[in-house]
């Protein structure tokens, strides 16, 4: 007997499944199981001739979201999870998950789903196991991982995979647990049949567990997008982004160039999740682990993401959107004209009071479908980085982009960027909350050794990437976003890969080198001076406000945070006067 199918009889003895299905990946077994999801009501067709084999599921409405006060990280030691993270030990995790888990299968078929995150045959990759009850999952996970019999044959006989037990139990929040044991790299979720709690390749191995994995074996696990940029001299470029959930992840991934013809192309490797390992030519490189594009549908639209549109007209699985009389998806910022007759994401008429589509709507699609994506996209080398890339969500504060002075700052940039919650975590919308690399809801254990282990990975690699910090979201005194967004974002990416090259002018201000006016590609975008003087304006009373508040969530850490993140802060206030 292998470990894997041990793993599954031990899980089915506990879980006490009627059936068990190991899942193939196949086009059959796919068709299957969406004529059994139609026939009971899981998925709903959508029209076949606008949206050739697409389907909408409906949640149960307080399942819409990560829910981050019910995710735990169970190590032995609670300082081990840190301030961070909720925290459980093994054994308490497992007396409130045994009730919840034992018999939950009683009735439904279990369904085995081995999946690889990574290209397939790449060092980067790595194999898991979920066992699930829910079809949803599996063809989600069919879409968002390579899945079935390549990743049995990828794993053989071997015992190196992360194995994760996944029921929606009875889908109450009550009854409802995300639990990653990091010492044996296991995952259990119970009560929730959301993306983000349910498609354990995703956060919980990709994310959490990786990132333990990392840490121990000298790479990063990072919530980033990673896109290609040619040059008109025909050098291609690899940048990757974090930012918050919903804050722009897919749409710069698949950023349209405005200077397309001058000979700026954008091309997506990925949208949400970048490993990172150091290669032997002394750089940093970078795979994408997922298969496909777990999206926010609301604001997509031709105007802001026409890659996107045209990956989702087909073969594509909508979550709690709504429909219109036709089976044509609709959400808001599709377009200005609601159709008719439209049922909103709850399955009611919509009665415009309301939302049609939920905030956290999503779609999920394999990259292939993608007309931007990479040629580098399965690439089991990955891609070599030339600049990271920190941004949130803030209204005031921080300019359009600026660069910092070296690694240790940027780690320090990163490490303390904060951004206005939104709509993929249950909870407060527009709050401004720390957000590290944006890897707060991610980290798999505590984030001052995070930060350490991010310090140490600017000495690992040779040439480390410049670390660059954007803010798409910043807004006049009148509310109105400043800077136009989307396409236009190309802009200070070519300005970054002007900096790297040693070229492009800047202007040195207490947080880092912001760009002079006339160093900023603006071919083609009519913006008033005074727009552009506002988006790049540095105001160090408003930083130097911000201050204590970095300081404070410092010291939560009990002292831990490593020191030269501390010097950085200690400097910065310095440079503030
Ligand atoms: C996601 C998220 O789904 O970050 O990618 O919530
Ligand atoms: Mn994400």
Not at 385 to 410: K, M, Q, Y
Not at 499 to 510: I, L, P
Request: charged share 25%.
């Amino acid at each position: 007997m292998t470990e894997a199918e041990r793993f599954v009889d031990e899980t089915a003895k506990w879980l006490m499944p009627d059936r068990i299905h190991w899942c193939d990946g196949s086009e059959e077994e796919d068709a299957r199981l969406k004529a059994q999801m139609l026939g009971d009501g899981t998925l709903i067709k959508l029209n076949e001739k606008e949206l050739p084999n697409s389907y909408l599921h409906r949640s149960d409405p307080s399942d819409v979201a990560r829910t981050e006060h019910l995710t735990f990280i169970c190590s032995e030691k609670k300082e081990d999870a840190g301030p961070t993270n909720n925290w459980l030990s093994p054994k308490d995790a497992k007396a409130k998950a045994d009730p919840l888990f034992r018999g939950a299968m009683k009735g439904r078929t279990m369904y085995v789903v081995p999946y690889v995150m990574g290209p397939l045959g790449s060092p980067f990759s790595k194999v898991g196991i979920e066992i699930t009850d829910s079809a949803y999952v599996v063809a989600n996970m069919r879409i968002m991982t390579r899945m079935g019999k390549a990743a049995l044959d990828q794993l053989g006989s071997s015992d190196d995979f992360v194995p994760g037990v996944h029921s929606i139990g009875d889908l109450s929040p009550e009854r409802r647990a995300i639990m990653h044991f990091p010492e044996t790299k296991t995952i259990w979720s119970v009560g929730s049949g959301y993306g983000g709690n349910a498609l354990l390749g995703k956060k919980c191995f990709a994310l959490r567990i990786a990132s333990t994995m990392a840490r121990d074996q000298g790479w990063m696990a990072e919530h980033m997008l990673i896109l290609e940029l040619t040059v008109p001299s025909g050098e291609v470029h690899y940048i990757t982004a974090a930012f918050p959930s919903a804050c722009g992840k897919t749409n710069l991934a698949m950023l349209v160039s405005p200077l397309e013809k001058q000979g700026y192309k954008v091309r997506t490797v990925g949208d949400d999740i970048a490993w990172l390992r150091p290669g032997p030519d002394g750089r940093l490189w970078a795979v994408n682990p997922e298969a496909g594009f777990f999206g926010v549908v609301p604001g997509t639209s031709y105007d802001t993401n026409p890659n996107a549109m045209n990956t989702i007209t087909h073969d594509t699985i909508f979550t709690n959107v709504a429909v219109d009389g036709n089976g044509v998806p609709w959400w808001e910022g599709k377009d200005k004209n609601p159709p008719a007759g439209m049922i909103d994401w709850m399955g009611k008429p919509w009665d415009k009071m309301g939302k049609a589509a939920h905030p956290n709507s999503r779609f999920t699609v394999a990259a292939a479908q993608c007309p931007s994506i990479s040629p580098k996209f399965n690439d089991p080398m990955g891609v070599p980085i030339s600049a990271i890339i920190f941004g949130g969500r803030r209204s005031r504060l921080a300019p359009l982009v600026f660069e910092t002075r070296d690694w240790a700052h940027g780690v320090f940039a990163a490490a303390t960027m904060g951004s206005e919650t939104t709509a993929a975590a249950t909870g407060a919308v527009g709050v401004v909350r720390r957000d590290p690399m944006a890897m707060l809801p991610f980290c798999g254990y505590n984030m001052a050794d995070y930060f350490g282990h991010w310090l140490k990975m600017g000495t690992l690699v040779k040439s480390p990437p410049k670390i660059f910090h954007v803010n798409w979201f910043r807004q006049n005194d009148a509310g109105k976003f400043i800077w136009p967004g989307f396409g236009e974002n190309l802009r200070p990416l070519l300005w970054m890969l002007d900096r790297v090259a040693g070229k492009g002018d800047a202007v040195e201000t207490a947080i880092g080198a912001v760009p002079t006016k006339g160093s900023l590609n603006l071919d083609g975008l009519d913006m008033p001076a005074a727009d552009l003087d506002a988006v790049l304006s540095v105001d160090n009373a408003d930083w130097k406000a911000e201050t204590p508040g970095i300081r404070e969530f410092f010291a939560k850490f009990d002292g831990k945070v490593p020191k030269p993140l501390v010097a950085e802060l200690d400097n910065l206030e310095k440079r503030l006067g």
